[in-house]
DNA sequence: CCGTATCCAGCGGGATACTG
DNA sequence: CAGTATCCCGCTGGATACGG
């Protein structure tokens, strides 16, 4: 009888995939991590060269997933907070391995973020 | 004065995740992993639904990247040997946190394994 | 300020047929 | 066996303009 409960799935991954491999998630996670909480145009200034569409689709995305917490305030001008969920957290956490290897191994090709960014500590 | 060398840097993962976010790349770097070397049918077979254009395509992205190792020998008929470079067996150790993040998180959207492999243990 | 609406180009990736 | 050659479709993501 086998012991499945350590056991990786890689079909588990795939669901999570399409939402992480996107161009900016990764970044937009690992930026949010860094404080309790950022707005829209924070985080547009922070990843340097995204569209407004192309922020507002990947937010969306990572929110449908449940990584990230978005709360309105009624104010106005309109004020919006984005925050990690816990599960959002952990996944920084789980992708830190990932990142040092990509250091380790220099796969430098481009940079998405912003020059006075890139050296910046991301956990 | 800052200590960079610990720091971590999202622009290093930006290079490798055009090909780690591929569709089989992930599927094949941990197959891979388990045996010595795996032949191009075989890996075929493993992903299960996996056309030949595509599995030509990410291997020999994956090639590359130097994340595996192609050997040919002059046979007939032509045998071929896939393994992971020690590069790509350390990607691997790497996203373990990642899949066991997936798997607890249980993010089940869909599988590209067949069936009598999901289960399978990955790594 | 925080997005949405619209349009559009590039490419990932599947289906199928064929070759050394 | 191990791919290559085509064709094609859908999604990602950029540019731009506009709305609550």
Known sequence: MEEESDHLCLCC??????????????????ELGRR???RFSEIM????????KSLADVLKD???????QRIAY??????????LTDHGRDLRVAIGPLLKWAKQHNQLYMSYRKP???????I
Chains 1, 2 share one sequence.
Not at 45 to 52: A, H, Q, R, Y
Not at 116 to 122: G, Q, S
């Open 74 to 83: 009624s104010e106005v001008p309109p004020r919006v907070e984005y925050s």
């Open 13 to 30: 991954l795939r669901g999570i995939m399409p939402t992480i491999s996107k161009k900016w998630a990764i970044c937009i996670i690992s």
């Open 62 to 68: 990572l929110q449908d997933t449940g990584l990230i």
């Open 116 to 122: 006075e960014l890139a050296h910046a500590p991301d």
């Open 36 to 38: 309790p909480s950022m």
């Open 45 to 52: 200034k922070d990843c340097g060269e995204i569209s407004p």
